[in-house]
C-alpha cells in the first residue's frame, strides 16, 4: 500500500483554468504538507496542516488554497493558473510535525500549463 | 532563519569510485540534519538524518554522513558508488522547536559505468 498518494500524477491545463490536486496519507500522521519543485529541482515548503490546522503558510499567491478535511488528506486547489504555475507539487506527510521527524513524500503531481 | 548550501549542482563519478556530496547550512538555533535522495520520477525519501550524538550517522546502503558544527557541515560519502545510486540529492535542516524543514537546491549525482 502506498503510504502518501497524490492524484492525478500528471495535469495539463490552460492558463485561467482552476485546478486541484488530492493527497492522502494511510501512515497515521497528524501534519501533512506542499511542496512546489521548480524546474531547476529547488524544493520550497508551502503549506503545513497538523490536525487539519494551519501552521504554515509561506509566502505563496492566494489563488493557492489548501484544504483538509480529515488529517489524512490535504487537497490543494489553484484558481487562475499562470504559466508560471508549472512544477512539480509533493505532498508530504509527518508524525506530529517536529522538527526532528522524518517527513513522507508521495510521487509528485507533474503540473504543466499551457 | 535558516539555510542550507549545496556547493556542487552536478556530480559525475565513475562506478565504484568514492564520492562526496557537500552540505553546508546556518541556523541560529540548534539543528537537525537530513540527507533526502529522489530517484528519477519519484519523490523524496530519507537517506539519513542526524539529530543527536554520535556525528557520523550511517544509511543501509552505503551512505555516511558527518556532522561538523564548527565548519557547520553535513557532507555525504560514500566509499563505492553503483549505477544505482544515480539520483538527486538532499541536504535539509531544521531548527529546534521549528516545523518548517529547509532544503537545498539538490546535487544531481550521475554514476557513469
Known amino acids: 500500500d502506498t503510504a502518501v498518494s497524490q492524484t492525478p500524477k500528471y495535469l495539463v491545463t490552460q492558463m485561467g483554468n482552476d485546478k486541484s490536486i488530492k493527497c492522502e496519507q494511510n501512515l497515521g500522521h497528524d501534519t501533512m504538507y506542499w511542496y512546489k519543485q521548480d524546474s531547476k529541482k529547488f524544493l520550497k515548503i508551502m503549506f503545513s496542516y497538523n490536525n487539519k490546522e494551519l501552521i504554515i503558510n509561506e509566502t505563496v499567491p492566494n489563488r493557492f488554497s489548501p484544504k483538509s478535511p480529515d488529517k489524512a488528506h490535504l487537497n490543494l486547489h489553484i484558481n487562475s493558473l499562470e504559466l508560471g504555475d508549472s512544477a512539480v507539487y509533493f505532498c508530504a506527510s509527518s508524525q506530529f510535525g517536529r522538527a526532528e521527524e522524518t517527513q513522507y513524500f508521495g510521487p509528485g503531481t507533474r503540473l504543466l500549463v499551457l | 532563519a535558516q539555510s542550507v548550501t549545496q556547493l556542487d549542482s552536478q556530480v559525475p563519478v565513475f562506478e565504484e569510485a568514492p564520492v562526496e556530496l557537500r552540505c553546508n547550512y546556518s541556523s541560529s538555533v540548534s539543528v537537525y540534519l537530513f540527507w533526502y535522495v529522489q530517484y528519477p520520477n519519484q519523490g523524496l525519501q530519507l537517506l539519513l538524518k542526524?539529530?543527536?550524538?554520535?556525528?557520523l550517522v550511517e544509511s543501509i546502503n552505503g551512505f555516511e554522513a558527518e556532522f561538523n558544527k564548527s565548519q557547520t557541515s553535513f557532507h555525504l560519502r560514500k566509499p563505492s558508488v553503483h549505477i544505482s545510486d544515480t539520483a538527486e540529492y538532499f541536504c535539509a535542516v531544521s531548527g529546534a522547536g521549528s516545523y518548517q524543514l529547509t532544503f537545498g537546491k539538490g546535487t544531481k549525482l550521475s554514476v557513469i559505468p
Open positions: 542526524y539529530l543527536s550524538g554520535s556525528t
